[in-house]
Nanobody, 116 residues
Framework: QVQLVESGGGLVQPGGSLKLSCAAS????????MVWNRQVPGKEYESVAQ????????TYADSVKGRFTISRDNSKSTVFLQMNSLRPEDTAVYYC?????????WGQGTQVTVSS
């Protein structure tokens, strides 16, 4: 059974930082591309950051470039999202998603709230 468990969300003031983690089990982690998505209620999912087979194969949404960093630790089957200089508009539920092109799995989501 495949499981993705996110953690690290919470309430932070504007300008602050959070680090999200997504631990995977039940899959051969290194075979998957990892994606962090976010969703504000009533809006479409936004793909925030993606990481491929190695740490240098990363892409970011324009809205988070220079502030967010995605990384992975294949030995721990975990993907991370370091979020710095957070803004109120970053408030959303953040989901990790893994895909190998044929199969996709989603985590349950973790709430990030940026507010003073």
């Amino acid at each position: 059974q495949v499981q993705l468990v996110e953690s690290g969300g919470g309430l932070v003031q504007p300008g602050g930082s959070l680090k999200l983690s997504c631990a995977a089990s039940g899959v051969i982690f290194r075979d998957f591309v990892m994606v962090w998505n976010r969703q504000v209620p009533g809006k479409e999912y936004e793909s925030v950051a993606q990481i491929g087979w190695s740490d240098d194969a990363t892409t970011y949404a324009d809205s988070v470039k220079g502030r967010f960093t995605i990384s992975r630790d294949n030995s721990k089957s975990t993907v991370f999202l370091q979020m710095n200089s957070l803004r109120p508009e970053d408030t959303a539920v953040y989901y990790c998603k893994i895909t190998n092109g044929a199969t996709t799995y989603w985590g349950q989501g973790t709430q990030v709230t940026v507010s003073s």
